[in-house]
Structures are given as structure tokens and as C-alpha cells.
């Protein structure tokens, strides 16, 4: 996938480039119509005025992108955020209620952050969530929606009904993390809780609360392991 910095060169490109030609094109044929002569200005003056429009078109365009990931992303993992994966687990419960079809919520949990924090600093802290959001957002399947839920606690909406599913899809996540070599704290491991939707049956809070009672169960029973309810 392209960065945001090209993707901005795309967006400016693309503007630029069609505001210019269609500016130039209606000048030609305006001088055309109306009998004109066609001078190096006929094309030269409106695409200089081509390239300011589109310039001001894609920043424009870039600038409302901009408010649309700040809205919808957590600034320092740049995955989606609370709010933007409540929306997502909304329309897939109308979706499950409507047309059939199920889903599975995954809780996650960095083990002991907060020693991370009081030992490295809130640097380190913050570089290992950023490491964190990579390791599983390259574990996980491309339709999966991961989400930073609120300071080291994350959540990931996948597409497995089957609640064994869901929970061989946590144990990889588990081993990702378990296995990944930390810069600076050398290892990282995580808690996870796993719950299955039910159909015609759960609201967003009711999925949420038993994930996250099985996130709590498997912190009780150690850490570093997969619960489910």
C-alpha cells in the first residue's frame, strides 16, 4: 500500500494534470468557435491558470483526507481508534442481525505495560505500542478491522462465526508477539479474550463485556494465554 506521501503525490498529480488539460482544451476551442488565432499564449495562459486551480483542488482534497483519518485513526499506532471501530462493530451486528452470517471480537492486553513505562520511559512505551500495532496488523487477515481501544488495550473484529476459530486466529496473534524481538525491552506479551457474536441476540456492549471478561480471566490465570467466553 502507498504511503500518505504518495498518495498526496498522487492526489496533486492527478488535479494538476486534468484542471490544466481541461482549462487548456476549453481556451483552444473558445478561440476555435469564435474564429480566433492560436497563439503559444492559447495554451500557455490557461495552463498556468490549470495548474493553480488544481493545486488548489488537491490541497483542498488532501487537507479534508487529512480530518477524515484524524477522525477516524489513533495518532500514534495509525490504526483505527475507539470511536471509528464502534461504527465498524455496529454495522456488522446489523449486518449479522439482517442477512445471517456471524463474527468474532479478539481483546487484547499488553501484559505488565505499565513497567514498561516506569522502567524505559514513556518513549519506549510508546514506541512498543507503534512495534505492536505492526506485528499484528501484519498477523492478521486483511479483512480483519484492528483497532487501539484505549491506552495498551486493542481490539480486533475478525470474520470467523466459529468461536474455534477465533481463538486459533488469537493463539497466532499470541505466539506473533511472544516470539517478536522488542527493541530496548527485548520481549512483549499480551492477554487476549474471545467472544463469538450470537445472533438476533447480542448488542455492541454485551459482545464487549464478555470479551472482555474473558480478557480478565486469562490475566487471572497468568497472563499470556487466550481466554473466550
Known amino acids: 500500500m502507498p504511503n500518505h506521501h504518495e498518495k498526496h503525490y498522487e492526489i496533486f498529480t492527478r488535479y494538476i494534470l486534468i484542471s490544466t488539460l481541461i482549462m487548456a482544451f476549453l481556451n483552444v476551442a473558445h478561440s476555435i468557435i469564435n474564429d480566433y488565432d492560436i497563439y503559444p499564449s492559447t495554451f500557455l495562459i490557461p495552463s498556468l491558470a490549470g495548474l493553480l486551480f ?20 489513533d495518532m500514534l499506532t495509525g490504526i483505527y481508534n475507539r470511536m471509528q471501530f464502534d461504527r465498524f462493530l455496529k454495522a ?43 506485528v499484528i496488523t501484519n498477523a492478521n487477515r486483511v479483512s480483519d478491522i484492528f483497532a487501539r481501544y484505549g491506552g495498551e488495550e486493542f481490539v480486533v473484529l475478525t470474520h470467523a462465526p466459529d468461536i474455534k476459530d477465533a481463538i486459533k486466529h488469537a493463539e497466532r496473534l499470541r505466539k506473533a508477539i511472544e516470539a517478536y524481538d522488542f527493541p530496548d525491552i527485548d520481549q512483549l506479551t499480551c492477554s ?3 467472544a463469538a457474536f450470537k445472533p438476533n441476540e447480542d448488542e455492541e456492549k454485551d459482545l464487549i463485556k464478555r470479551a472482555d471478561a474473558a480478557l480478565y480471566e486469562a490475566k487471572n490465570a497468568g497472563r499470556n494465554r487466550v481466554c473466550a467466553r
Do not use: P, W
Open 54 to 73: 488544481g493545486y488548489q483542488l488537491a490541497k483542498n482534497k488532501i487537507l479534508n483526507l487529512r480530518m477524515i483519518q484524524l477522525a477516524s485513526t
Open 92 to 134: 456488522e451486528i446489523e449486518k449479522a442481525d439482517r442477512y445471517g452470517g456471524g463474527f468474532s471480537i479478539i481483546y487484547i492486553d499488553l501484559d505488565c505495560f505499565k513497567k514498561i513505562n516506569d522502567r524505559y520511559g514513556h518513549h519506549i512505551g510508546d514506541q512498543t505500542l507503534t512495534i505492536f500495532a505492526n
Open 192 to 194: 487476549f479474550g474471545v
